[in-house]
């Protein structure tokens, strides 16, 4: 069982970007997928994008796609949120996340055990 370790939050101005990187050890970055899920004060965590480990295949929400990119470095255990004109909508902490038992991709939480520390996504307006 290895870790995940989210970086690259921070504040933005509305229309801005960021890139937001998630680190794993151990065995985590082979499981059959990893994403992005976010939690905004007061409301549910959301998944946000996800990304198969056989063939790269991405997923996003509606409410990011076109302007969110995810990728992964598989020689580098690390994975990638390219996010661009961002809103203030977008704001919260954003968590990676994947698990070992799952054979497709969810956007559930609740189908996810392995998870990051969170970062910080602010944008003002």
């Known amino acids: 069982q290895g870790q995940l370790v989210e970086s690259g939050g921070g504040l933005v101005q509305f229309g801005g970007s960021l890139r937001l990187s998630c680190a794993a050890s151990?065995?985590?970055?082979?499981?059959?997928?990893i994403g992005w899920f976010r939690q905004a004060p007061g409301k549910e965590r959301e998944g946000v994008s996800f990304?198969?480990?056989?063939?790269?295949?991405?997923y996003y929400s509606d409410s990011v796609k076109g302007r969110f990119t995810i990728s992964r470095n598989n020689a580098r255990n690390m994975m990638y949120l390219e996010m661009n004109s961002l809103k203030p909508e977008d704001t919260a902490v954003y968590y990676c996340?994947?698990?070992?038992?799952?054979?497709?991709?969810?956007?559930?939480?609740?189908?996810?055990?392995?998870w990051g520390q969170g970062t910080q996504v602010t944008v003002s307006s």
């Open positions: 151990g065995s985590t970055f082979d499981y059959y997928v």
């Open positions: 996340a994947t698990d070992p038992r799952l054979r497709y991709v969810s956007f559930d939480p609740s189908d996810y055990t392995h």
């Open positions: 990304i198969a480990n056989s063939d790269g295949s991405a």
